[in-house]
C-alpha cells in the first residue's frame, strides 16, 4: 500500500482545495435558499420563459420555489462541474504525473510491478472522489439543517449518487487517458468535463440530439430527470459504467508495456 | 553466474537506432565501465535492462533472472542512480529516503544514516530546494541503502564536487570488496581508468570494443614521442616495424603509436637526429578518442 498511501499524501492539497470549494458553494447556495424562497414564483416564470435555454438547464421540469428543485439545478452547476473537473483532472494526471515530473524512473526502478502501481494509484483515486463526496455531502445535509428544512433525502442521495457515478466514470475514462499521455494532460482533464457537460445541455434542448445522453455522463446527472423518474436511468449509467471500464482496462493495458522515456 | 548477460540486445524507438545487436557479458564482482558520449546508447542500454523500456530484439539476464519476465526480483536486488535525478515536490529528503526502502518493504534507516552522514546531506531539506550534487547524493543514498548486490549507476559524478566524487568511489570500491558488482556509465575516461576493472566502449548504438581497462589502455601498445627529426619514410616503409599507427609528424615533432618490436624500432630511430624520447602507455582518453575521431579498428 505504499504507492496507495503516497499518492494520497501527494493528492492532499488538492483533494481538500476542491472539496472545500465545492461545498462552500454548495453550503451558500442552501443557506440563501430561505431567502430566496419567497422571490421563487416570479424567477420561475422567467426561467420558464427561456425556451432552449430553460429545457438546457431543465428547469422547465423542475419547481425552484422546493429546495429539491433549487437544490437539483444548483448542484447540478456545482457538485456536477466541479465534481467533473477534480475527477477528471485526478485521474487524467494520476498516471501521465510520473513521466511529466521525471518520477517515472525513481518509482518504476523499485521492485514495483506496473499492475501494482496501477492498481495502487487506481485505489487512490477512487478513495479520493470517494472522500470529497462524503465530506460534501455531509457539509451539504448540515447546511440543510441550518435553514430548518426537512431534508429530502430520497433525491438529495440520489442527485449525490448519480453524481458521484459521474465523477467515476469521467476518472475511470481519463485515468485511461492518462496512461497514454506524457506530459500537458491537464488540459485534456478539463476539455472531456466540459465538453461532456455542454453535450448535456445540447440533448436537454433538442430530441434530435438526445442520443448524447449515452455519451456523455450528465445524461444520467439531469436533476430534472432524476427527481421526476425518482431513479437513475439504468441504460445510460449502464453505459457509462462500461465507459469506465473500458478507460481502466486500456490504463492496465498501456501502462503495462510502456517505454518510460 | 555472470552479474550481466546481454545477447545481441537491440532498442529502436520508431526508426530511430537507440542500440544496436549489444552483447556483453560482465562477471560478478566487476566494476565495470561502460563509456560513450552523449547519444551513443549507454542510458538506452542500462534502462533497457531495468525494465524502463521493451527491447525491441535480443534479451538479457541480470543475476541470472531475465530483465523482461523477472524485473520485481531483479529490481529488489539492484540498486540504481539515474543521470537525470528528479523526486516528488513537495517532499524532504528523509522522506523520499523512506518512500524508497518502503516500496522495497525494508528497513533500510541505519544503512540510509551511515550514508548520509558520509555525503553530508542534510535529510531535513525539501528535494525541490536541493542544488543538482545535493539531489544525486539523495539518489545515491536510494540506490545504495538497501546494500544491493549490483549496483546500476548512470553517469554518477555530474554535479558531485571533487571530494563527494572521491568519497563516492570510496563507498563503491568498499562495496565492490564486499563482492557488490558495479556496472556505470560514463564519459569521464579518468574516473572509469582509475575505478573500474573491465570497460566497453558504445559508439552509435553498438558495442566497439570491450575487456579489462589494463588491456584496453595498454594492449602492448606504446605511445611514442619523439622531439627531433626522424626520415618518415624509413619508419612507414620499413618492413620490420610491424604494429605502427597514428603517424602524426609536426616540424621537430613525430608521434604514434607503436605495438611491436622495440629494438627495431630503435635501429630505425638511431638513423635520425633525436633531441628527446620518450615511450608511455596510452591513457583510456586516447582510446576513446581513437575509436571515436579516427574510426575504430583496434589500437
Not at chain 2, 34 to 54: E, M, V
Not at chain 2, 121 to 126: I, Q, S
Request: with cysteine.
Amino acid at each position: 500500500m505504499t504507492i496507495f498511501k503516497h499518492e494520497l499524501r501527494q493528492g492532499k492539497t488538492a483533494l481538500l482545495i476542491w472539496t472545500a470549494a465545492i461545498a462552500f458553494l454548495l453550503m451558500v447556495c442552501v443557506l440563501i435558499f430561505p431567502e430566496m424562497q419567497g422571490d421563487m414564483d416570479a424567477a420561475g416564470d422567467l426561467f420558464a420563459s427561456m425556451g432552449s435555454f430553460t429545457a438546457a438547464f431543465g428547469m422547465d421540469r423542475l419547481n425552484f420555489g422546493t429546495l429539491t428543485g433549487f437544490y437539483a439545478v444548483e448542484c447540478g452547476n456545482i457538485l456536477g462541474l466541479g465534481g467533473a473537473f477534480f475527477a477528471s483532472l485526478a485521474g487524467v494526471s494520476m498516471l501521465s504525473k510520473e513521466e511529466k515530473e521525471n518520477t517515472a524512473e525513481f518509482l518504476l526502478t523499485h521492485p514495483v510491478s506496473r499492475v501494482r502501481v496501477v492498481t495502487e494509484k487506481l485505489a487512490a483515486l477512487l478513495t479520493e472522489i470517494t472522500a470529497m463526496n462524503l465530506a460534501i455531502l455531509a457539509l451539504s445535509l448540515l447546511s440543510m439543517r441550518l435553514i430548518k428544512e426537512s431534508i429530502p433525502w430520497k433525491e438529495i442521495m440520489l442527485l449525490h449518487g448519480a453524481y458521484f457515478l459521474l465523477q467515476l466514470e469521467l476518472a475511470g475514462v481519463c485515468f485511461g487517458l492518462s496512461a497514454f499521455l506524457h506530459r500537458g494532460s491537464a488540459g485534456a482533464g478539463i476539455g472531456l468535463a466540459a465538453a461532456m457537460y455542454f453535450l448535456n445541455l445540447i440533448a436537454n434542448m433538442t430530441e434530435q440530439a438526445k442520443f448524447l445522453k449515452l455519451i456523455t455522463p450528465f445524461g444520467y446527472c439531469d436533476g430534472a430527470d432524476l427527481i421526476a423518474a425518482g431513479r437513475l436511468n439504468a441504460g445510460y449509467t449502464a453505459v457509462g459504467m462500461l465507459f469506465a471500464c473500458v478507460g481502466i482496462a486500456a490504463a492496465y493495458w498501456k501502462y503495462g508495456g510502456k517505454d518510460i522515456p | 553466474m555472470n552479474a550481466i548477460q546481454i545477447e545481441d540486445l537491440t532498442k529502436y524507438y520508431g526508426k530511430t537506432r537507440g542500440i544496436e545487436h549489444i552483447s556483453l557479458t560482465i562477471r560478478r564482482g566487476a566494476f565495470y565501465g561502460f563509456i560513450g558520449p552523449n547519444g551513443a546508447g549507454k542510458s538506452t542500454t542500462i534502462r533497457t535492462l531495468l525494465g524502463l523500456i521493451r527491447p525491441s530484439g535480443g534479451r538479457a539476464w541480470i543475476l541470472g533472472m531475465d530483465t523482461v519476465r523477472e524485473r520485481e526480483k531483479i529490481l529488489a536486488r539492484v540498486g540504481y542512480l539515474p543521470s537525470e535525478v528528479s523526486f516528488y515536490p513537495g517532499m524532504r529528503v528523509r522522506d523520499i529516503l523512506k518512500l524508497s526502502a518502503d516500496l522495497r518493504r525494508r528497513d533500510c534507516g541505519e544503512m540510509s544514516g551511515r550514508l548520509c552522514e558520509r555525503l553530508q546531506l542534510d535529510t531535513a531539506r525539501r528535494a525541490d530546494e536541493l542544488s543538482l550534487g545535493n539531489r544525486k547524493k539523495a539518489a545515491i543514498v536510494c540506490a545504495l541503502q538497501h546494500e544491493p548486490e549490483l549496483l546500476i549507476f548512470d553517469e554518477p559524478t555530474s554535479g558531485l564536487d571533487p571530494l563527494m566524487q572521491r568519497e563516492f568511489f570510496e563507498i563503491l570500491k568498499e562495496r565492490n570488496k564486499e563482492g557488490a558488482t558495479v556496472f556505470l556509465s560514463s564519459h569521464v575516461l579518468s574516473e572509469i581508468q582509475h575505478n573500474c576493472t573491465d570497460a566497453a566502449i558504445i559508439k552509435d548504438g553498438r558495442i566497439l570494443t570491450e575487456g579489462s581497462v589494463a588491456e584496453l589502455s595498454g594492449t602492448g601498445t606504446k605511445r611514442v614521442h619523439i622531439r627531433g627529426s626522424v626520415d618518415c619514410t624509413s619508419l612507414t616503409d620499413c618492413s620490420s616495424l610491424t604494429g605502427l599507427k597514428d603517424l602524426h609528424v609536426t616540424p621537430g615533432h613525430v608521434d604514434f603509436l607503436y605495438r611491436g618490436d622495440m629494438n627495431a624500432l630503435l635501429r630505425v630511430l638511431s638513423g635520425g637526429d633525436i633531441q628527446d624520447f620518450t615511450v608511455a602507455e596510452p591513457d583510456l582518453e586516447e582510446v576513446f578518442l581513437h575509436f571515436y575521431e579516427r574510426g575504430g579498428g583496434g589500437i
